[in-house]
């Protein structure tokens, strides 16, 4: 189900941000390279883009306009006799005046609003648009202008009283189980696993001269900071090489004095990040 599959693209978006400098977001962002005629759009406004670029990678490019200009893309479904004033699944919704403001893609509608995805939009309505984001639209404010209807294969579900026209069903509400489909959400990125420390074995474990891999891994954590005194190594058995390396990394703690006499305390220890073994 094409209809399923665009929304799909879409919705699998939503989360995603351009870039930034100069603390001001900048309109770079992925859409326009990948988007054949487009590349010039590059850190220009993107909503347009976006939808040219979510068609394409649905495999429906023919059945929007590939442009960066909401204008040119109200007039492409005008020519093709497309373009209605009531909401429609799957649509591409236009805003300001003569739709040249702005562009989303329609998910759902009931009698009062219309669901969207949309690009280079953000949360707090302001004109400085930063990602992609769902959006829940009222469908009677006067800055929605209208939408477009791609000439879907098995048409879609329109509140158009004449959607037959369009090759659309007429209905007060829709939602894409309306049209036999799905949409379906990417799955979430599991969390990155935490890394695991070793616990602070206690200060009496080194001065028993343990040898050990713990101490191997301490031992290569305070060369990884910058506190290493050995010559050789660092290796298992502990030496004196091991409490000078980590006299340094007592005062580079900010220890002074005995404090600071190379033998860990557990203070240290835990900031020294020594990994499990």
Known sequence: ????????????????????????????????????????????????????????????????????????GVSWFRNKGRFSEYPAVGAQVFFGNGGGSHTEIVVSYDADYVYTVGGNTNVNGSAEGDGVYEKKRAR???YLYGYGYPAYDGGSVSADPDAAKFGYKVKATGTVKDVGGTVEKPKPKPEPAKPKYEPFPGAAYFKRKPKSAIVTAMGKRLVAVGCSAYKSGPGPQW???????????????????????????????????????
């Open 140 to 142: 009677r404010d006067s």
């Open 1 to 72: 189900m094409s209809i399923a599959k665009v929304l799909s693209v879409a919705t699998a978006e939503v989360g995603y941000r351009e870039g930034k400098s100069g603390g001001h977001w900048n309109n770079f962002q992925k859409y326009s390279p990948a988007v054949p005629g487009l590349e010039w759009s590059q850190n220009q406004a993107w909503c347009a883009t976006f939808v040219s670029w979510v068609a394409l990678t649905a495999g429906v490019a023919s059945l929007f306009p590939r442009t960066a200009s909401c204008a040119t």
């Open 239 to 277: 030496t004196d090489a091991d409490k000078a390396s980590y006299a340094k990394w007592q005062r580079k703690q900010k220890y002074t004095g005995t404090d600071a006499d190379g033998w860990p305390g557990k203070a240290s220890w835990d900031a020294l990040k020594v990994p499990k073994v």
